[in-house]
């Protein structure tokens, strides 16, 4: 049993040495021995290569906002690692992850002896999360981000009210498969039998896999531009649109959270909402819906983290993500000078990301971090010079330098893999804010 706060972290920090492992048996033989807590929650899932944690964000800003009292488990974290479960938007406290840990302390150790080996790290979160929201904290809502894939990542034991894919695009080949059509299978597994599945996907190859997992599985299906539409309204500040969906529409939507793919995300939530409204009987005003997209925030999403000189952050951590921030950046910050700090890990398609880039900048530095599956220094080198960019190997030099010369009318962008954007961030508000 652990006594800290410390303690309690750096067990689940040791459990990261079992990698990630697909399959759902784990996590079934740990649910048993907590009495199945995800049998007890009204849960939203979510899926998707791209999009996921923003359409969270607009959900749980909405339904906090029409005062119901909401769950979330998402990954990874940018802040701190208990961010990974909130409660009504504030992460649970040091005391209530001490006692989350001694729970799964025991389980563990039983289920590590059993045939389907150790639960990882990942494993043993997510059933902190079902454990806390199905039996300690009681909720109205429980919304659910699929780590890897869907069918068989280990958010697949619920049975939600809704499910959601987002977007889909290439990233974790190694363990989905190559094509689309293959990602789009795993991703489509969250589709359960009769519940309603919504999704922004805009691709046909990986729509039609949807469609038919949805009609094989006798699911409602809602489909972005098909069955809930949104025309955009010009805005250098903020993104305007209107909804239309369900035989009604709502007018003059503002979101803080820049891009067109944030539009095609909060829609998503939109249609969720519809969804409660009509088939759980919750109540949310056209007014709340609007209200809580525009004050919707997330971390590490095209944030400005510091004001002089100007800096944002992006978590852009694949080729689709990056397409996104070059495409809103051209359209809100088209007459500023950009010049960018950019680097993903070492299973990523780092040639096609800065290909991307170079659309929007030739100024470029690639630098690299204190992460195992982050680029070391030799692999930064070469990747650098076979794409002839600029490269630092010291990540804080490369911040420094880069602040350092960063004019009035320019931007300093840096983005890349999640994690990197976690360690940027922490930095920068210690040393700039």
């Known amino acids: 049993m652990v006594s800290t706060y410390e303690e309690?972290?750096?067990?689940?920090?040791?459990?990261?040495?079992?990698?990630?492992?697909?399959?759902?048996?784990?996590?079934?033989?740990?649910?048993?021995?907590?009495?199945?807590?995800?049998?007890?929650?009204?849960?939203?899932?979510?899926?998707g290569t791209n999009g996921k944690g923003s359409t969270i964000t607009f959900l749980q800003s909405i339904l906090l906002d029409a005062g119901y009292t909401v769950g979330a488990f998402t990954s990874p974290y940018i802040l701190d690692y208990r961010e990974q479960i909130m409660f009504c938007g504030e992460m649970i406290s040091e005391d209530e992850f001490i006692h989350l840990v001694n729970c799964m302390i025991p389980v563990v150790e039983e289920v590590e002896q059993l045939p389907c080996g150790a639960p990882t790290e990942f494993e043993i979160i997510t059933t902190m999360a079902?454990?806390?929201?199905?039996?300690?904290?009681?909720?109205?809502?429980?919304?659910?981000?699929?780590?890897?894939?869907?069918?068989?990542?280990?958010?697949?034991?619920?049975?939600?009210?809704?499910?959601?894919?987002?977007?889909?695009?290439?990233?974790h080949q190694q363990i989905l498969g190559e094509t689309l059509e293959e990602i789009t299978k795993h991703k489509a597994g969250i589709i359960k039998k009769g519940i309603p599945i919504v999704t922004a996907e805009l691709k046909e190859e990986a729509l039609n896999i949807i469609r038919d997992k949805a009609k094989t599985s006798e699911a409602d299906y809602f489909e972005y531009g098909k069955h809930f539409f949104t025309s955009s309204m010009k805005d250098q500040q903020t993104e305007q649109f209107c909804y239309e969906g369900f035989g009604n529409a709502i007018e003059n939507i503002e979101l803080s959270m820049?891009?067109?793919?944030?539009?095609?995300?909060?829609?998503?939530?939109?249609?969720?909402?519809?969804?409660?409204?009509?088939?759980?009987?919750?109540?949310?005003?056209?007014?709340t819906i609007k209200h809580g997209l525009k004050i919707a925030q997330k971390a590490?999403?095209?944030?400005?983290?510091?004001?002089?000189?100007?800096?944002?952050?992006?978590?852009?951590?694949?080729?689709?993500?990056?397409?996104?921030?070059?495409?809103?950046?051209?359209?809100?910050?088209?007459?500023?000078?950009?010049?960018?700090?950019?680097?993903?890990?070492?299973?990523?398609?780092?040639?096609?990301?800065?290909?991307?880039?170079?659309?929007?900048?030739?100024?470029?530095?690639?630098?690299?971090?204190?992460?195992?599956?982050?680029?070391?220094?030799?692999?930064?080198?070469?990747?650098?010079?076979?794409?002839?960019?600029?490269?630092?190997?010291?990540?804080?030099?490369?911040?420094?330098?880069?602040?350092?010369?960063?004019?009035?009318?320019?931007?300093?962008?840096?983005?890349?893999?999640?994690?990197?954007?976690?360690?940027?961030?922490?930095?920068?508000?210690?040393?700039y804010v």
């Open 8 to 47: 309690a972290l750096k067990w689940m920090h040791n459990r990261t040495k079992f990698g990630i492992v697909p399959g759902l048996q784990r996590m079934e033989e740990m649910l048993v021995r907590l009495a199945n807590p995800h049998l007890n929650v009204k849960a939203i899932h979510v899926a």
């Open 130 to 171: 079902f454990y806390f929201f199905g039996k300690v904290k009681e909720n109205d809502i429980f919304i659910v981000e699929a780590g890897l894939g869907g069918l068989e990542d280990c958010t697949n034991v619920v049975t939600p009210l809704i499910s959601i894919i987002t977007s889909i695009g290439h990233d």
């Open 258 to 287: 820049l891009g067109q793919h944030q539009i095609r995300n909060a829609s998503c939530a939109i249609t969720a909402i519809q969804l409660l409204q009509k088939h759980y009987g919750m109540r949310i005003s056209e007014p």
């Open 300 to 431: 590490g999403r095209l944030e400005k983290i510091v004001s002089s000189p100007v800096i944002y952050i992006d978590g852009a951590h694949n080729v689709e993500g990056i397409k996104s921030l070059v495409e809103t950046m051209n359209v809100h910050f088209k007459d500023k000078e950009i010049k960018i700090l950019f680097s993903a890990l070492k299973d990523k398609n780092v040639e096609e990301m800065a290909k991307e880039l170079r659309e929007m900048t030739n100024n470029i530095v690639m630098t690299t971090f204190d992460f195992p599956r982050a680029m070391n220094r030799d692999e930064l080198i070469s990747n650098a010079n076979s794409l002839n960019i600029n490269y630092e190997c010291n990540l804080q030099t490369a911040i420094d330098e880069n602040v350092k010369n960063t004019r009035e009318n320019e931007i300093l962008l840096i983005t890349g893999s999640l994690y990197f954007i976690s360690v940027v961030r922490s930095y920068l508000i210690k040393k």
